[in-house]
């Protein structure tokens, strides 16, 4: 047999021993699948012929604390409502907020910033197109689709003091994200004017895109055209739109606002009736500090 034809086997003969490792490893693994569904059968047996009212106080065997681990869960039924209510929402909010997020929701001292009263505020939020950094049109509506939205329309990237906002939502946006929520920033400023600033400064990694003619600003009340009866006008504006689409919270006025933690608050209580609280913000004020 030619070299070659050996080495033809030989390769055909390493293929089939992966291919045979990887079937043996996949066995493995539904093995233990059906293992775990026995196991699981087994206590459902046990727990429909021994209900947890005639449990004894003796010490519990291997089936009776699968029963136990499996009903604080809300694998069994417990037959209690209350009980099998915990249990579910343990098990569908076993994952645990972060301990920022905690200490702050823990906080019950804290009064979040009242929303102001503005056209917008319990309506479907005016959809948009506009251009990011990369020069690629964006949408909010694209953006809408994954959750909850913070949007900021700030004067633009040429002084500190109008890109202060964006400066701290960098710093806590893991817990913006963590709610599920998206940052996005309009400014009339170009995408080619954002990058150089990037390239000095640093790159924001949420969404930043350019309203050049300011008609975006203008929809959403931050921004006032010049005419004869009245001068032009320019405010900072912070919307919170929940996952429904829906503005729950705005905040309008010539500084910047950096109060993440009435966001955060904002974002985890979207249904608080802005209608029963609702007052303006003073424009004058920087009502807070970011978290970080």
Request: negative net charge; contains cysteine.
């Amino acid at each position: 047999m030619s070299k070659s034809k050996l080495k033809a086997v030989a390769a055909e003969s390493s293929h089939g021993k992966e291919a045979y490792e990887r079937s043996l490893a996949t066995k493995t693994f539904l093995a233990m699948l059906a293992g775990f569904a026995v196991l699981y059968g087994v206590v459902l047996t046990y727990h429909v012929r021994h209900p947890l009212s005639q449990t004894t106080a003796e010490e519990p065997d291997f089936l009776e604390l699968c029963r136990q681990y499996c009903a604080q869960y809300g694998l069994v039924p417990t037959g209690d409502i209350k009980v099998d209510a915990e249990a579910y929402l343990t098990a569908v909010n076993s994952q645990q907020l972060s301990a920022p997020l905690q200490e702050l929701f823990a906080d019950d001292g804290f009064q979040p910033a009242a929303t102001e009263d503005h056209p917008l505020l319990g309506q479907p939020a005016p959809d948009f197109e506009l251009t990011n950094t990369q020069d690629v049109t964006q949408s909010l509506a694209k953006f809408r689709q994954h959750g909850p939205v913070i949007l900021v329309l700030y004067y633009g990237y040429n002084c500190s003091h109008c890109v202060a906002q964006l400066f701290a939502l960098q710093k806590d946006l893991e817990l913006f994200h963590e709610l599920g929520a998206e940052v996005v920033a309009i400014s009339s400023d170009s995408p080619e004017f954002t990058r150089k600033q990037y390239a000095e400064y640093g790159e924001f990694t949420f969404l930043v895109l350019s309203d050049p003619d300011l008609a975006v600003a203008e929809t959403w009340g931050v921004y006032v055209r010049p005419t004869d009866d009245q001068q032009e006008d320019m405010l900072h504006g912070t919307f919170v739109i929940d996952r429904d689409g829906r503005v729950v919270f705005v905040n309008r006025g010539y500084e910047p606002f950096v109060d993440n933690r009435s966001l955060l608050h904002w974002l985890s209580n979207p249904t608080a009736d802005s209608a029963s609280g609702t007052q303006k913000v003073d424009e004058a004020t920087s009502p807070g500090q970011p978290l970080r």
